[in-house]
């Protein structure tokens, strides 16, 4: 039998790779409220941009699935597993999905993005509530810190907007919540069926219920857009969705999840940057103080979650 010798040298290497992806990984994922705001300058609805988005990222998802199912030998899965990538794919991609592209509507990418981060901590108290898990003083420590932050931000967005801006920021929570159950609920089927077959398969069924919505809420003439949505609905598919998924799966593998959180937090950094550059969007002193508590608050609690 041959033995796989793993040097240092090889060790910091893929250690390096996999700073790298997770670097990518959270930049890429945090351009998707530019892209998304963007496309919305040019008319488009929230339901028809979702609905390029995944018809452009469906075929890579099925192109995925089909090569996990060969690798899997055949191993076929259980009807209960089946409801359940069905439930799921419904809830984490579609329902979160579809509430963060309306929620985008009246809130600022920044803020989008600033409450996104805190699925961490929707994940520990959904744990914490229904599964009986323990949360340690420093995570309670953490939690407070986040949310904290996040209504000091919060309160600075809706006094300028109003009922607007607090319908988007409900909507962009929705969204957070509903990422979180999926995640919750995923742990038990990811180590069955893999990691890479199981996120395909989700995929696949939020795609297909996206652009079921579609086709029983809106005109198919509605698809007809300028080039310009068009490209951004397919940058959003591969930069947004494809490519940054597969990069945070390969970053947790070669460094953690706790070293992969760290990085990730410059998510919501980047966005705000990105935001200022492209959308001509600004932050005051109190909503740059509330994010950078949120920001602290969850990187504290994945590290030590992760531990």
């Given amino acids: ?3 796989i010798v793993t040097t240092p040298t090889q060790k910091k290497r893929s250690a390096q790779i996999g700073m790298v992806l997770a670097l990518l990984a959270a930049l890429f994922f945090s351009i998707k409220a530019i892209f998304v705001k963007l ?16 018809a452009f990222a469906l075929p890579v998802f099925i192109a995925v699935a089909i090569i996990e199912q060969r690798k899997a030998g055949g191993q076929q899965i259980t009807r209960r597993q089946s409801m359940s990538i069905i439930g799921l794919g419904l809830m984490g991609y579609y329902l979160a999905s579809m509430l963060d592209f309306v929620g985008l509507q009246y809130i600022s990418a920044s803020m989008e993005r600033l409450i996104l981060f805190l699925f961490p901590t929707f994940t520990v108290l959904l ?3 229904f599964l009986g898990r323990r949360v340690s003083l420093i ?3 953490a939690l407070a810190l986040s949310y904290i932050g996040i209504a ?4 600075q967005e809706v006094s300028l907007d ?4 607090l319908l988007g920021i409900l909507m962009i929570f929705g969204s957070t919540l509903a990422y979180a159950i999926y995640l919750i609920g995923s742990g038990e089927l990811i180590p069955r069926i893999g990691s890479r077959r ?11 219920a996206v652009m079921g919505q579609f086709i029983v809420s809106r005109d198919l003439a509605m698809l007809n857009q300028p080039v310009a949505v068009y490209a951004y609905g397919l940058a959003i598919a591969l930069f947004s969705t494809v490519l940054p998924a597969f990069m ?3 970053a947790i593998h070669r460094i953690g999840a706790s070293h992969t959180a760290i990085i990730g937090g410059i998510g919501p950094v980047a966005t705000i940057v990105l935001a200022v550059l492209f959308l001509g969007e600004s932050m005051s002193g109190l909503q740059i103080g509330g994010a950078i508590l949120v920001i602290v608050g969850v990187l504290l609690l994945g590290i030590f979650r992760n531990r």
């Fill in 248 to 250: 945070l799966a390969a």
């Fill in 39 to 54: 496309a919305y300058q040019h008319g488009v609805d929230a339901i028809t941009l979702l609905t390029l988005r995944m």
């Fill in 162 to 165: 109003g009922e607007n801006s």
């Fill in 1 to 3: 039998m041959n033995t």
């Fill in 152 to 155: 000091l931000a919060v309160q």
């Fill in 127 to 129: 744990s914490m509530l």
């Fill in 198 to 208: 199981f996120m395909a398969l989700a995929m696949i069924v939020s795609c297909l």
């Fill in 139 to 141: 995570e309670i420590g």
